[in-house]
């Protein structure tokens, strides 16, 4: 069964400390790596696909990079309006549905 | 990437009573998805929606709770039928390319308390 673990739940920053969110995967051919960024009350808003291990992606303050068994989303600087729930799902060999994380809530304090 | 519109976005209903939420794409993807969001958790797949056939349901989703029609490629409804407390979420449509392993779009969902 394919599973996707995110870490931490919950990451509380100051605004400009940089750090990283985790998101393990075990699926049986890793087809496809996704990000999300999901506001409070709102649908989850995409922000990346990653396909192999050893490709990045950037947009902003976010880089997102991947291995054979985990994805991390770096944030650099991170301002107040970075606070939000990233959702990380993966996509394998057997469906084209993602199997999705529980999510980590970032708070950034200004 | 696919522009997606829900409606209603949120609604209050008394128990017993049905909701059909509608979910709108502004270009004809081809997969379209309905997902349940409870609060504080992940997203849990209740259906796809195939456009012209029954849609195929997830385990312990099922169509006499959860009807789906999807009479065109860019619109799809769901209907959460005879509802109780625990129905209360937010419910969230999403599309895809057909056959592929690209990302899902996803609508701003619809926020559902049954009371």
């Known amino acids: 069964e394919d599973q996707v673990t995110q870490s931490p739940e919950a990451l509380r920053l100051q605004e400009g400390e940089s750090s990283s969110l985790n998101c393990s995967y075990t699926v049986s051919g890793l087809r496809g790596l996704f990000w999300y960024r999901q506001d409070p009350g709102k649908g989850p808003e995409f922000l990346f696909t990653l396909y192999s291990a050893g490709e990045e992606k950037e947009k902003e303050r976010l880089k997102a990079t991947l291995t054979?068994?985990?994805?991390?989303?770096?944030?650099?600087?991170?301002?107040?309006?970075?606070s939000a729930t990233y959702l990380c799902a993966a996509t394998s060999g057997g469906s084209y549905i993602p199997t999705f994380g529980r999510g980590t809530s970032l708070i950034v304090h200004p | 990437s696919a522009v997606i519109s829900q409606k209603p976005s949120r609604d209050i209903c008394q128990r017993g009573t049905s909701l059909?939420?509608?979910?709108?794409?502004?270009?004809?993807?081809t997969m379209m998805f309905w997902y349940r969001q409870q609060p504080g958790q992940s997203l849990t797949l209740i259906a796809t929606a195939n456009?012209?056939?029954?849609?195929?349901?997830e385990s312990g989703f099922v169509i006499d709770k959860f009807p789906i029609s999807r009479p065109n490629l860019?619109?799809?409804?769901?209907?959460?039928?005879?509802?109780?407390?625990?129905?209360?979420s937010i419910y969230l449509?999403?599309?895809?390319?057909?056959?592929?392993y690209n990302e899902q779009f996803f609508g701003p969902g619809t926020r559902l308390t049954v009371l």
Do not use: W
Not at chain 1, 68 to 82: G, N, W
């Open chain 2, 20 to 29: 059909t939420i509608q979910c709108q794409v502004d270009s004809q993807v």
């Open chain 1, 68 to 82: 054979k068994k985990e994805s991390f989303l770096h944030i650099t600087a991170p301002k107040p309006e970075d």
């Open chain 2, 74 to 88: 860019t619109f799809s409804t769901l209907t959460v039928s005879n509802m109780s407390p625990e129905d209360s």
């Open chain 2, 93 to 100: 449509c999403s599309s895809q390319r057909e056959s592929s």
């Open chain 2, 51 to 57: 456009q012209g056939s029954e849609a195929t349901y």
